[in-house]
């Protein structure tokens, strides 16, 4: 048997994308309860002030997860439910929902794997200091986790600390995709400072509180090609790979930034603001394992002759970057790719553990993986995902043989068990096992109904993915 037999066979969400009741209940705006309120900003302009409701409905969620068999289920903390202006008082009737959600979940033997942030700041931060551009928001977000390992750490053995750190910096601060929607590389490097110090101080205060359970972050890898064998897209690739995946995971993994990327920062003229004391912060948080969404691969050239094809159904950035003279993404014709144009590339999650691993001498926990395609709702209530059943069953044959490969791999998070919202590609891009009617146009009565793929991933559990 390959899996070993605690594998995790899992799925995971995000806050934002299922929850719904934007305000109820106390809950404060988050800053994507603000941005997503601004035309243009999202695809159709859709937002998850409704979601799929799984503030309401969570109990048939779960339910649901049982009846296949989900061994885990990752999902998020809205921050701003739990503390409606980020800091400060405390709001009981979030707390509790979290709780619910949490004993829920155990009853029905289902491992909670919480993700402590999923990108929905709580506005009132972004208000006061400019959220992630503010010094203030590292103490903040080590309060605010603190709370989390106070209420919950006795019945969670599993913590994400930040979700994407290297998304949401890029594309709020670079890209103008998310929320702040800048593009300012300097104030990019402050944001991911800060989450930087944030993620150490919060792994660290958790081990020091005395938990057993396992912590870290999630990392978006998207591994690197090059495009060619011409040492200078070879060496493209080099310096992507610095400052796309090493600037991140070798600061979440040594404790200290990378040497190559820091000179490269430089030379653009840019720097990281260090303060005395921060690299004592950084130091010695080492994580348990590096989470890993993985969707694709990315190919990376000098120059670029064939820019990938953008797709008409999301939104788009055209922003310039400074490492745009150092290295371009560049269009791979090996692969297939989905209807948003995003490679399908099963070697590439293989690739991923294999680089984690000889780089880190790290488990990998396999935070998300999925495909995002248009579904049809049949009309006896059936939705027949062939092509979502084929993309998951390559990875789980390219995770299988990473670990034959000696790849310490706890386990696999779909993306995702139910459809939800996709930030920037509204509701039609699905991902779920289970079809939920809504679009974005209308909620509808947001039923739930199991695709082909709820029953194959059923299988592939119930034989610990020997049948798939
Ligand atoms: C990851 C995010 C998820 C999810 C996923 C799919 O980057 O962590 O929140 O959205 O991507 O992306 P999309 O919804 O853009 O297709």
Not at 224 to 231: D, E, T
Request: with cysteine; glycine share 6%.
């Amino acid at each position: 048997m390959t899996f070993q037999k605690d594998f995790l066979w899992a799925s995971a969400s995000a806050a934002y994308q299922i929850e719904g009741a934007a305000l109820t209940n106390g809950k404060g705006p988050s800053i994507w309860d603000i941005y997503s309120h601004v035309e243009g900003n999202t695809f159709k302009n859709t937002t998850g002030d409704v979601a799929i409701d799984f503030y309401h409905r969570f109990l048939e969620d779960i339910q649901l997860m049982k009846e296949q068999g989900l061994q885990a289920y990752r999902f998020s903390i809205a921050w701003s439910r739990v503390l409606p202006t980020g800091t400060g008082n405390r709001n009981e009737e979030g707390i509790a929902f979290y709780h619910t959600v949490i004993d829920t979940l155990l009853a029905h033997g289902i491992e909670p794997i919480v993700t402590i942030y999923h990108w929905d700041l709580p506005n009132a931060l972004q208000e006061a200091y400019e959220g992630w551009l503010g010094r203030e928001v590292v103490d903040d977000f080590h309060a605010y986790a603190t709370l989390l390992f106070e209420e919950y750490g006795s019945k969670v053995n599993y913590w994400v600390t930040m979700n994407e750190q290297n998304i949401f910096t890029s594309l709020g601060y670079l890209q103008k995709l998310h929320p702040p929607k800048m593009n300012d590389f300097q104030a990019f490097l402050r944001a991911n400072h800060h989450a930087n110090l944030a993620n150490a101080k919060t792994i660290k205060t958790y081990r020091a509180m005395g938990f057993h359970g396992k912590i870290g972050p999630s990392f978006a890898y998207s591994p690197a090609y090059a495009k060619s064998c011409a040492p200078e897209d070879v060496l493209a690739m080099e310096d992507a790979l610095e400052l796309e995946n090493w600037f991140w995971m070798d600061t979440y993994v040594n404790g200290a930034y990378p040497i190559l990327a820091v000179r490269k920062i430089e030379q653009m003229g840019y720097h990281i603001p260090m303060m005395e004391g921060d690299a004592e912060i950084l130091q010695d948080s080492r994580p348990d394992f590096m989470g890993v969404n993985y969707y694709q691969t990315t190919t990376i050239a000098k120059e670029v002759e064939a820019s990938i094809k953008p797709s008409g159904n999301t939104v788009q950035s055209t922003a310039q970057r400074p490492t745009d003279t150092w290295y371009r993404v560049s269009d791979n014709p090996y692969v297939q790719k989905t209807d948003w144009n995003w490679m399908i590339d099963p070697s590439g999650l293989r690739i991923a553990l294999r680089r984690i691993t000889s780089r880190y001498q790290l488990p990998t926990l396999i935070s998300e993986n999925g495909l995002g395609a248009y579904d049809t709702l049949e009309a006896d209530g059936s939705v027949h995902d062939p092509y979502r059943i084929a993309f998951l069953k390559a990875h789980i044959e390219a995770m299988e043989a990473a670990i034959a490969d000696g790849c310490e791999v706890l386990g696999y998070c779909t993306w995702s068990f139910q459809d939800l919202f996709s930030w920037l590609n509204g509701y039609a891009k699905r991902y779920g096992f289970v079809y939920v009617d809504r679009d974005e146009e209308n909620e509808r009565e947001l039923k739930r109904y199991k695709k082909d793929s709820f029953y194959w991933y059923q299988r592939v559990i119930a034989t610990n993915g020997q049948e798939r």
